[in-house]
């Protein structure tokens, strides 16, 4: 089992950046695939970023491409998204996730462990 904690959200101004930690407790993360998601309130939950462990390899939503980054920390089996340019639209509870691939995924419903996510408020 794969345990997952989000952290880093917050209230932000609009233009601003936050950079969301999630802290994997796994013997090794080689075999996974991780992606953070977004849910807003009366929303579908929207894929944000993804990057396989092994390869580094990553995919960012077109939303957010250009503002965002996904990275890892092999020592710390931790995955971060640094999000720039925050816009009001990006305010939602932050989801990490993982997934038994070595290939990037974009489709919530292929992740089979996530965290208890992480708000982030984005005011104007």
């Known amino acids: 089992q794969v345990q997952l904690v989000e952290s880093g959200g917050g209230l932000v101004q609009a233009g601003g950046s936050l950079r969301l930690s999630c802290a994997a407790s796994?013997?090794?993360?080689?075999?996974?695939?991780m992606g953070w998601f977004r849910q807003a309130p009366g929303k579908e939950r929207e894929f944000v970023a993804t990057?396989?462990?092994?390869?580094?390899?990553?995919y960012l939503a077109d939303s957010v491409r250009d503002r965002f980054t996904i990275s890892r920390d092999n020592d710390k089996n931790t995955v971060y998204l640094q999000m720039n340019l925050l816009k009001p639209e990006d305010t939602a509870v932050y989801y990490c996730?993982?997934?038994?691939?070595?290939?990037?995924?974009?489709?919530?419903?292929?992740?089979?462990?996530w965290g208890q996510g992480t708000q982030v408020t984005v005011s104007s």
């Open positions: 996730a993982a997934t038994p691939s070595t290939m990037p995924t974009m489709s919530p419903r292929t992740y089979v462990y």
């Open positions: 796994a013997r090794t993360l080689s075999p996974y695939t």
């Open positions: 990057i396989s462990w092994s390869s580094g390899r990553t």
